[in-house]
């Protein structure tokens, strides 16, 4: 069983940008898709950025062009660069993985932007 652990997460201000880190116990060459996503309180899980095995992204409409998804195969790692963070990507960020037709999950990293 893939275990997928999370890191990168914290408190910034409005404006900053954080890093977070997903690392698979698995080769993650040959995972089908990897993805972001988040749950913000009271609200449902929701993808902010997906990643397929042969390198095409996607991206949620509410974070294009300031959120950057990426994976190091060597390392077994995937990225989610976050820029220009707003108050409303405040939420748990939680790291999946698509292999063969299962989901894995992360235990997830909280993000909060607040000033």
């Known amino acids: 069983q893939v275990q997928l652990v999370e890191s990168g997460g914290g408190l910034v201000q409005p404006g900053w940008s954080l890093l977070l880190s997903c690392a698979s116990s698995?080769?993650?060459?040959?995972?089908?898709?990897m993805g972001w996503y988040r749950q913000a309180p009271g609200k449902q899980r929701e993808l902010v950025a997906r990643i397929a095995v042969g390198g095409r992204t996607d991206y949620a409409d509410s974070v294009k062009a300031r959120f950057t998804i990426s994976k190091d195969n060597a390392e077994n790692t995937m990225y989610l660069q976050m820029n220009s963070l707003r108050p409303e990507d405040t939420a748990v960020y939680y790291c999946?993985?698509?292999?063969?037709?299962?989901?894995?999950w992360g235990q997830g990293t909280q993000v909060t932007v607040s000033s």
């Open positions: 999946n993985a698509n292999i063969r037709a299962r989901n894995f």
């Open positions: 698995e080769s993650i060459f040959n995972f089908n898709a």
